[in-house]
Each structure stands twice: as structure tokens, then as C-alpha cells.
């Protein structure tokens, strides 16, 4: 019979390590948290969506402590793209509209434009965010979004966030799912432009697998032990 062993006699850290599980390596995957989306002076103001502010800070804190990789997407358009004909004008790229909040900007970016010629880093552990520049809604009909996914650990879980409900976030959720993905969308950190739309969304989402976590919930998670990836 085994002696029963006092817990004081292991040093303090071995305890905590015996009671931290390792999870899936985490993503998290921010949609479209620019000036124009985001601030009440935005071409195409977001209501409601400056109140998300502290908890895109809190979320991509965690990234700019090098602890998971922001995975960030947005609007880049030209002056008469064909967007603006079902949406007002918004995120003309090179206008202070179409920069990121600085809520939502980490320090080593690597920015992805939606041309044949760009390409990924070698080494996405050389940075805290990877940002993808997209035209149309859906992130997934950019050039690089399949090729970045691809390099993405198979079984991680992606945490997103962002802006509109209804149309981006939606897009980029469903493609992540789709694609057979973990997904988990943080109710707290989206925002929607119509609320019927809104919860229609939400129902989809669940329906194709996705869970709905909190900020203070996902910032649980990332402090969970979690495999390292480059
Ligand atoms: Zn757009």
C-alpha cells in the first residue's frame, strides 16, 4: 500500500503544474476592427460597437504578450469598389478610416495584402498579429486566407471577435466551421448593425457548432497551458 504523501512536501510550482491541464492551442481571430466600423465618426459606424473597445484591449493583450496569435482581418477598398454599391462608403485603403483601433493593434504586425504577389511570413512566431486585407465580405475569397489557415494547427480553437455580426464576423466563423474548425465566438466582443440579424446569426453559428464564450472566459482559456506553435 502506498504511503499517503503530504502535499506540502512538493514545492509550490509542481502543485500549480499538476493542476494546469494543457488545452488546444488557441487562435484568436479578430474581424474588421477599424476606425471606419468602430468609432461614432466612422463612415459606416458600427452603433454600440466603442463599447466593445476594452474587451478587444483585453483580448489582444494577450497576443501582445506573445501568448497566442491574433489572426486579424479588414476592409481595404478602393475609392469606387463595387462594395459600395449595397454598402456606404467605408475603409478607403490609405484613409485614417481604414486603420486598425489601436485597441485592436498589436506592435509586430505582419500585414498580408489581397495580391498575388504578397506572401506569409516564414515564421508566425515572429509576430503577435497577422493581418489579412480583404475587399469583399467573406475571408475566405481573399488570395491568402486558405494558405494562412493551412498553417494553422489543425485542432486548435479559434477565437473570434470582431465586427458585424451579421456579415463579416458571420462569413468568417461559418468558413472557419466549414472547414472543420473549433469555433468559439465572443458574445461580448461582437457587435450587430440590425438585432434580428443579429440572433438569426447566432442560431446559424450554433447550429454549425460553434460556442459562445465570454472575454473574461477566453481569457481563462489563454491562460491555460497551451501547445506552442511556429
Ligand atoms: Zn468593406
Not at 474581424?31 to 483580448?59: H, T
Not at 478610416?97 to 506569409?120: C, H, R, Y
Request: overall charge negative; glycine content about 6%.
Amino acid at each position: 500500500m502506498l504511503p499517503l504523501v503530504d502535499a506540502s512536501c512538493f514545492p509550490a510550482e509542481n502543485v500549480i503544474r499538476l493542476n494546469k491541464m494543457p488545452g488546444p492551442p488557441l487562435i484568436f481571430w479578430e474581424v474588421d476592427c477599424q476606425r471606419d466600423f468602430m468609432l461614432p465618426s466612422g463612415k459606416l459606424y458600427v452603433p454600440g460597437a466603442e463599447k466593445l473597445l476594452p474587451n478587444i484591449r483585453r483580448l489582444t493583450d494577450i497576443a501582445r504578450d506573445g501568448r497566442v496569435l491574433l489572426i486579424s482581418h479588414g476592409c481595404y477598398h478602393t475609392q469606387d469598389d463595387p462594395e459600395f454599391k449595397s454598402f456606404p462608403p467605408h475603409c478607403i485603403k490609405g484613409t485614417p478610416g481604414s486603420q486598425l483601433v489601436l485597441e485592436a493593434l498589436t506592435d509586430k504586425v505582419f500585414t498580408i495584402p489581397n495580391e498575388p504577389s504578397a506572401t506569409l511570413p516564414k515564421e508566425f512566431a515572429d509576430y503577435h498579429q497577422i493581418h489579412l486585407e480583404k475587399q469583399t465580405l467573406d475571408i475566405f475569397e481573399t488570395r491568402h486566407a486558405q494558405e494562412l489557415l493551412d498553417r494553422l494547427p489543425k485542432g486548435a480553437q479559434f477565437i473570434v471577435f470582431g465586427v458585424v455580426t451579421e456579415y463579416c464576423v458571420r462569413l468568417a466563423a461559418r468558413g472557419l466551421l466549414e472547414r472543420g474548425r473549433h469555433v468559439s465566438v465572443v458574445k461580448d466582443a461582437i457587435e450587430t448593425l440590425k438585432r434580428e440579424d443579429g440572433e438569426r446569426t447566432l442560431a446559424e453559428l450554433k447550429a454549425l457548432g460553434a460556442k459562445f464564450i465570454s472575454t473574461d472566459e477566453a481569457l481563462k482559456l489563454a491562460a491555460t497551458d497551451h501547445t506552442q506553435f511556429s
